[in-house]
Each structure stands twice: as structure tokens, then as C-alpha cells.
């Protein structure tokens, strides 16, 4: 056994793998930091609220006569343009009572026609000895009694001709159409409630109520920028992703909400087709009628604030605070006041003047009074100085 332990030893010492007792690691330089420089950029002020998008078009669709549903013809959750066919009614008792109606004109009209004949005979014999006042009196009478009962007929006849227009049942509007709620074979009528529903598609409402003090603020804000009719409205959908297409806030409710405390304002913004799909496909549009959507506010014109990366930012009980490189590169610990701010960017309303250094990267290794190796990194929306490492990345410092 010290046999073995011997020559383990020596294979140890002969690879030098043994290290000597006295043995001493260098001291560690100062941390490497990224750096930026507190500079004013543009930045577009947003207000966030939660919003739900509705139709700005709906439209339930109702039989206007009783009759039996001879045929559907339209796809259930499709879309549909206006004037569509979409129910077909039994036509033929229709049919029928337009055709007694239409031969009911036809005996008025002969009727008045042999009452003119009379009229014209009796006014004729009226400048003869044969004829008599009272005859050309009656046969006036009939000629207008003639007259208002073709009126009638043919009024009949339109009222016909208008029931048998509604056994086809069109699409008064484009949109996206419901499922049925009666099927073929079954009388329907205007007792029957909605046969199915047509919610328009493009463009969306959005509505979203905001508090009073919000809105207050929002309107001092852009008074000079036009109001609020001249803000962007821009959508973050349920799973987070940003919606392309960009709004207009077009109405805002004259009243206050007593039991919230809030003001509805409603905004419309394009709900074009996704790409690659066809108006007959069933999910063929990002925006649902009723879904949650979050609503981002944004003023028309950027304003110059002073900005910083929103990773240079850390939070405790306090507040919010950064980390200050001075001009020992020693950094210190410097609490601020955020602003509006965005994911990437925070705006700073105080504690920061510009031309302040501010560390972005490596917070992680500061501490209070560290000195630091700070190098400059880009900044979210600025230009990438001269002479310095790639957005992101500290110099080592080597």
C-alpha cells in the first residue's frame, strides 16, 4: 500500500500537478462595464389602456313574413358580402296572392274605364233635352270611386310583390356570418327571433374606458398638438404580440360612468386579411369582435426627453435608482423619477442631467464606491459612436 501511495505521488509531482505550497494568485482588476451616456432623444409618450374590439356593423337577421325555409346558402362563420343570398322561403303562396292581386287591378281598371265611357255619354247628353243633371253627378261618382279602388288594388299589388321579395333573405351588410339557429324545413316568421347574425369586419371599433384624472391629463397633454382627435391608437393582442395596423381615436363618450368613474372612448383601426388568406376562410382576420385588447395611446409628435437603456434601471423599497460612473470611475448610486416609458427605454424626469454615465451592462458586479473599466455600449434608438464596441457588448478591458 506505501508502495503505491509513493508512486502516486511521484506520477503527481513529475506532470505538476501538485502545487507548491506557497503558491499565490494576482489581485483581480476592476469589473468591466458597459456605459452610456444620459443623452434627450425623441421619444413618442404612450398611455396603455385595456380595450375591448367591437364591430362597428351588426345586424341580426330576421324572416320578415311566415313561411316554410326551403333552403340555406351560405357558409357558417364565412364571410359574406351585401346583397348575398342567404335564405330561400316558399315562394309559391306568395306567388299566388301577387297573381290575385295583379287580376284584381285588372277588373278596377276595366271597371273605370266603362265609368269614364258613362261619364263622357252623360256629359254629352247633358247639352240635349235628354239629358240630366243628376246622371253626369252619378257618373262622376262612380269614375271617382273607380279611381280609389284601383289606387287600392294596385297598392295591394305592391304589398304583394314587397312579401314575395322577402322569401329570399339577403345579407344587408358585408361581414362575417353567424351559425344558423333554424335549419330547413322550418316555419320561421317574424315571431321566430334572429335566424343568424352578421358582424361587419373591416375596419374594428376599439373601445376603452379611462379614468376622468386620465383623461384630464391626456387632454392638457396633446392641447397643443391638436387634442385628442390628432393621437395614434396602436394594439397589443391577448398573447403580447404588437398589431401592425395603426388607428384614430374617433369618439369619446359625453358621459361619466358614475359607478367606475370613467370615460369610454372608442377608437377605429383597419382589420385587413391575414396574409395568404381568403375571405371564405373562418379565421381570416387578426381583430375578433369582443376580444381583450390592450389599447397604447401615442401622441402624433415625439418630444426630446433625456433616456436611458430600461436594463441600466433596478427598483427597490425606495424607488428606482441607477448606477453613476464619476470621475474616479468609481460608481455611485443615484435614485431617479421614471417617466413614461417604453420596454426598452426609460424616460427620466429627475436625478439624471444630460451627460451623466450611466452603467447599463454588468450591474450585476457594481456595488456602491467600486471603481469600474467602463466602456460605452449603444444605447436603444442612438447612433453608435465612433470607435466603439458593437450595441450590447463592454470592452473587456483588456
Avoid at 10 to 37: E, I, K, R, W
Avoid at 42 to 68: H, K, L, M, N
Avoid at 176 to 185: C, E, S, Y
Avoid at 360 to 379: F, T
Wanted: proline fraction near 7%; charged fraction near 20%.
Amino acid at each position: 500500500m506505501r508502495l503505491r501511495l509513493t508512486l502516486a505521488l511521484a506520477t503527481l509531482a513529475a506532470l505538476g500537478l501538485a502545487a507548491p505550497a506557497d503558491a499565490q494568485f494576482g489581485p483581480a482588476g476592476p469589473p468591466a462595464v458597459g456605459v452610456v451616456s444620459v443623452q434627450r432623444r425623441p421619444i413618442t409618450e404612450t398611455s396603455e389602456f385595456v380595450g375591448r374590439v367591437q364591430a362597428t356593423d351588426r345586424v341580426d337577421i330576421v324572416a320578415r313574413v311566415t313561411a316554410f325555409m326551403q333552403e340555406r346558402l351560405f357558409t357558417e362563420g364565412s364571410e359574406v358580402k351585401q346583397d348575398d343570398l342567404l335564405y330561400r322561403l316558399e315562394r309559391a303562396p306568395f306567388e299566388a296572392d301577387l297573381q290575385a292581386k295583379t287580376a284584381n287591378v285588372a277588373q278596377m281598371a276595366a271597371l273605370l274605364r266603362n265609368a269614364t265611357i258613362t261619364l263622357n255619354r252623360a256629359q254629352t247628353l247633358l247639352s240635349t233635352p235628354a239629358g240630366q243633371r243628376s246622371t253626369v253627378d252619378d257618373a262622376l261618382a262612380q269614375q271617382a270611386s273607380y279611381v280609389a279602388q284601383l289606387q287600392a288594388a294596385q297598392a295591394q299589388v305592391r304589398s304583394s310583390q314587397i312579401n314575395l321579395d322577402y322569401t329570399e333573405i339577403r345579407a344587408p351588410i358585408a361581414g362575417k356570418i353567424a351559425r344558423t339557429t333554424v335549419t330547413a324545413g322550418n316555419v320561421v316568421g317574424p315571431t321566430s327571433g334572429p335566424l343568424t347574425t352578421i358582424v361587419s369586419q373591416d375596419p374594428m371599433f376599439v373601445a376603452f374606458p379611462v379614468s376622468v384624472r386620465a383623461v384630464l391629463d391626456l387632454r392638457s397633454r396633446y392641447a397643443d398638438k391638436g387634442g385628442l382627435a390628432t393621437t395614434s391608437i396602436r394594439l397589443r393582442l391577448p398573447d403580447g404580440k404588437p398589431y401592425p395596423q395603426v388607428g384614430t381615436l374617433d369618439y369619446t363618450d359625453p358621459s361619466v360612468a358614475q359607478n367606475t368613474d370613467t370615460i369610454l372612448l372608442r377608437g377605429r383601426i383597419p382589420n385587413p386579411l391575414l396574409p395568404g388568406a381568403k375571405p371564405g376562410d373562418t379565421s381570416n382576420r387578426e381583430l375578433v369582435d369582443g376580444e381583450f385588447v390592450s389599447v397604447l395611446l401615442d401622441a402624433v409628435e415625439p418630444v426630446l426627453a433625456l433616456a436611458i437603456p430600461r436594463a441600466a434601471v433596478l427598483s427597490d423599497q425606495q424607488g428606482s435608482y441607477v448606477y453613476v460612473v464619476d470621475a474616479e470611475k468609481k460608481a455611485q448610486q443615484q435614485r431617479i423619477q421614471l417617466g413614461q416609458s417604453s420596454g426598452a427605454t426609460a424616460v427620466v424626469m429627475a436625478g439624471l442631467k444630460e451627460g451623466d454615465t450611466v452603467i447599463a451592462d454588468g450591474i450585476q458586479r457594481v456595488r456602491p464606491g467600486l471603481v469600474v473599466n467602463p466602456a460605452p455600449i449603444v444605447a436603444p434608438g442612438a447612433a453608435p459612436p465612433a470607435g466603439t464596441p458593437a450595441a450590447g457588448t463592454a470592452a473587456t478591458g483588456k
